[in-house]
Each structure stands twice: as C-alpha cells, then as structure tokens.
C-alpha cells in the first residue's frame, strides 16, 4: 500500500511539474478574448493562457489563482504590485500609444470637458479610472464606463455620451467597421503605455518558460496585443 500511495505521489508530482506556467492576459480591443487566447495558445504551447475581456474577472482570477505572469497596459499592471514589470511591448519603436477623444460628425469641444460626458472603457477601478481620464482629457468629466471595446460606437450612436476615450488603433478600426462619420480630436497629454508583461515575484518559472515564449512571438500574433516587439 504505500508502495502503491509512493507511485501515486509521483505521478500528482510530474503532472504538476509538467504543467505549464499561467499566464493571464487583459488587453480591450475589438478582437475577441477568445480569439486572442486561441492565437496566443497556439503559438505558446508550453503555457497555460487565460485571456479576460472584464477587468473584474482578472482582478478575481489573479487573487485566487496567482498566475505566473500578467501581460496588460503598463496602468493595468500597476494594480498588482507582486508583478514586475519584465518586457515592454513597442509599437514602432514606442511605449506609448496616443488616446483621442472620437465623436460623431463635429469635432469633440475640448474646453467643455468638465460638463460633458465621455464613453471609457474600465481597464482600472472605478477612482484610479477618473484620474486616468482626467489626467489625459485635463478635466474632469462625467464618465460612463463599459466593459468592452464595442459598446463604445453605441454609446456615441445612441447619443448617450458626448465622446469616447480610445487609443487611435482602436479607432482606426472603428472606422473600418462603422458607416459614422467619426471625428477625433487629438490630446495633448493623452499618451498612454502599451502593454508589458508582469512577473510574480520570486516565479521560478517566469525565465525558462514565460518570457522565452512571449519573445518568440511571431508579427501577427504580436499585432493582437498592439504591439510589434519587447524590450
């Protein structure tokens, strides 16, 4: 019998070991979750990767389950203290990436901010998302967060906002998919970090599996996080 319960132990042992390091992945855009997750997966067998499309969902997920990396915008990251920042995503060169505030047939009228309402989606909670905002849009205007990159373009056709907060890749591609005439108006202070991939601290694994398999990212799959390389 503890031959046998000796066996048993093994085996529970080599399954864990052989288990690949989790890896848990929150970036909005309009390409679905699970479309990210598949490509990602594919291209990073060794890896056991969860894309989340609910900043709610990762916050929940990481505090039971305490994955070995997270890969999300550099503000995103800054919410989870344990994960240091190892590889920063680049897009052309850059950290950063410009916001734009997008409305509908006119141009967004910057100097009434602070009395207007604007679409965002919530990639913080409720008050590090308002200081983000009024840090980019230099006001302090009414928002209304969604949990989705797709429910922006409503909220504008609706009339429900006055303007939406995006990056300009996220716009560029509401122009491919949406008949409105969209207008941007460009922010002066409105840069905002790509995403970076965070390390648990003390992860043993995150060096032999994690970031080799992130660096061997091909162009496309790259392109579904906005970026097009790691530093």
């Known amino acids: ?67 070995t990396a997270i890969v999300a915008q550099a503000d995103v990251l800054k919410q989870f203290p344990a994960y240091l920042p190892k590889l920063q995503g680049l897009r052309k060169g850059s950290a950063t990436e410009d916001f734009v505030l997008l409305s509908i047939d006119k141009p967004f009228d910057v100097a009434k901010v602070s009395t207007s309402s604007i679409g965002v989606v919530g990639m913080l909670d409720r008050r590090e998302m308002d200081g983000f905002v009024a840090g980019l849009v230099s006001g302090a205007p009414h928002i209304n967060r969604v949990t989705k990159v797709e429910d922006l373009l409503p909220l504008l056709i609706f009339q429900s906002v006055s303007a939406v907060l995006v990056s300009e890749a996220n716009m560029k591609e509401f122009r491919k998919k949406s008949q409105a005439n969209l207008v941007e108006v460009k922010l002066e202070k409105a840069k905002v970090g790509l995403v970076a991939a965070g390390v648990k601290d003390g992860a043993s694994d995150a060096e032999k599996q994690v970031l080799p398999a992130l660096k061997s990212l091909d162009a496309g799959t790259l392109a579904m996080l906005g970026v097009d390389a790691w530093k």
């Open 1 to 67: 019998m503890s031959r046998l319960f000796g066996v048993i132990l093994s085996l529970a042992f080599l399954g864990s070991a052989a288990a690949g390091a989790k890896v848990f992945v929150f970036y909005p855009s309009l390409a679905r979750p699970l479309a990210i997750q598949d490509a990602l997966a594919k291209k990073c067998p060794g890896l056991e990767i969860t894309v989340f499309g609910r900043l709610t969902d990762l916050q929940a997920l990481v505090e039971r389950e305490h994955p």
